[in-house]
């Protein structure tokens, strides 16, 4: 079990005392969670976690993050270790969610600063229903140059950026939209690449508003997703 889900499996079992019984396993061997809980009526319980872009060397939630149904819908603030609970329907294959990151300086990076690109959550109906357990990202003010500039870039804000989480095993993602050079986490620290556990696709064009995210080896998740100048994209797949 990744390092990431245990925390996360046991936030789910202890850290909300609204949770049930989620004895059941995800396809990587983290907790599946109750997915309506008692509480979301025919709705779908969309939980999971909102991060630092460098939570694999060293975990940091991102804490009053809103995140809110496209059109006024329902909305959830994250709690200091990241974590969301909020319900949404079920009957669309993929619901989307605003991401508002918090206005105030993250509690954990070095040095202080905030989270300034705004994103879209893709809530995927199989993802949930696999008990796939959500995992965003965003870098700081501080970070985000510095990231880009260590892979060579320069972050464009006429362009969109993406960030996929794989559960399960690390496979090479890909996205039909032109960007620049793909960089992933295979272990703790990003490097260019298109396969690892995270895969981060920088200045995408926008296109059309959509384009098209597979798998090598396939996974759940996969399909159009959305793509908007400057904000940030975050999809969770669960490799096949």
């Not at 294959?93 to 893709?122: K, R």
């Not at 992933?184 to 995408?204: C, E, L, Y």
Request: proline residues 5%; charged residues 15%.
């Amino acid at each position: 079990m990744s390092s990431r889900l245990g925390r996360l499996a046991l936030v789910v079992l202890f850290g909300c005392c609204a949770c049930g019984d989620d004895g059941g396993k995800s396809g990587d061997g983290g907790v599946t969670p109750d997915i309506d809980n008692g509480s979301c009526g025919d709705q779908l319980r969309f939980t999971g976690e909102y991060v630092d872009w460098d939570d694999d060397a060293s975990f940091c939630g991102i804490a009053n993050a809103l995140f809110q149904i496209q059109g006024d819908g329902a909305m959830d603030t994250t709690a200091p270790n990241g974590r969301f609970d909020l319900c949404i329907p079920r009957s669309p294959a993929t619901t989307l969610l605003d991401i508002t990151p918090p206005t105030v300086n993250s509690q954990c990076t070095v040095p202080p600063a905030g989270y300034a690109v705004p994103g879209i959550a893709v809530a995927n109906t199989a993802v949930i229903l696999a008990g796939g357990l959500f995992h965003g990202s965003n870098f700081t003010t501080v970070r985000q140059p510095s990231f880009f500039q260590d892979a060579g870039l320069t972050f464009d804000p006429a362009k969109a950026q993406v960030f996929v989480h794989v559960d399960g095993t690390a496979r090479a993602v890909s996205i039909a939209a032109a960007h620049d050079a793909a960089q992933a986490i295979v272990a703790t620290t990003w490097a260019a690449g298109d396969t690892g556990h995270d895969v981060f696709f920088p200045n995408v064009d926008v296109g059309g508003g959509t384009t098209m995210l597979t798998v090598s080896g396939g996974a759940i998740g996969t399909g159009d997703i959305p793509l908007v100048a400057g904000k940030m994209t975050n999809v969770h797949v669960i490799a096949n």
